[in-house]
Each structure stands twice: as C-alpha cells, then as structure tokens.
C-alpha cells in the first residue's frame, strides 16, 4: 500500500518483498486444502517433506556446477551453486503421512491435505462365548 503514491520509486517497494524460490498458494478444493508450491530449478529427489507433531515441512535444496572448458581442456569458466530453502505449515495432529498426497511437474510441488483427519472405520470385533 502507497500512501504517498509517486513519492518513493518501486525499488524502495522491493525492499520488502519476499524473494524466497518457494513461492507457495494455499486454497481450499473438495474439503482439502491444495498447497502449490513453486520450486524452480529443483529436482524432484531434491525435495523432501516430513510431518512431524502436527507440522509439515518441506525442504529443497541443490548444488550445480557448470563448467565450459576449451578444446585442449582448459577451464575457461565455472559456475557454481548451492542453496536450501525449506517452509512449515501446521496442518493438525490427526492427519498422517498416508493421507497427503504430493506430486511435482515442471518446477512445481503440489500437496494435497484433507482439512480433516479422515475418520477411521472401525472393524467389528465379536467376542468368543466359550
């Protein structure tokens, strides 16, 4: 929000901007909630989530390297880099690992949690009479 609109330039609004790779929407579909979470650059076995006392937590990170070496051999150039990012949601005491669902597509996680525990049938029990 500006209050003084054309006062300070876009840069000084930068400042605060969140400039973290998990870019992350959370909405409601069919009684669950849909986490879509944007993780550019990662692979799929750079990620991993873990629940843990009622909390979600999901963790990406990568190392790449990239070299360009001339026709004898010699390095000319080498990129490297390295980075982690991770991001907790609680989502309740009653949920486990069995009832999320993830999958990932083209940079992008997307997490299915039911809003709640899914109720559990119970089996019928008799009771022997001896």
Known sequence: MKLLPGLFSDAFDDMFYDRSNMKTDIRMKDGNYVLDMELPGYQKENIQMELKEGYLTI???????????????????????????????????????????????????????????????EEKRFIPID
């Open 59 to 121: 963790h990406a990170s990568r190392n790449t390297t990239n070299e360009e070496k001339d026709a004898k051999g010699n390095l000319i150039r080498q990129e490297r880099f390295s980075g982690s990012c991770s991001r907790s949601f609680y989502i309740g005491e009653g949920i486990t690992q069995e009832d999320i669902k993830a999958s990932f597509d083209n940079g992008e996680l997307h997490v299915l949690i039911p809003k709640e525990a899914p109720k559990k049938v």
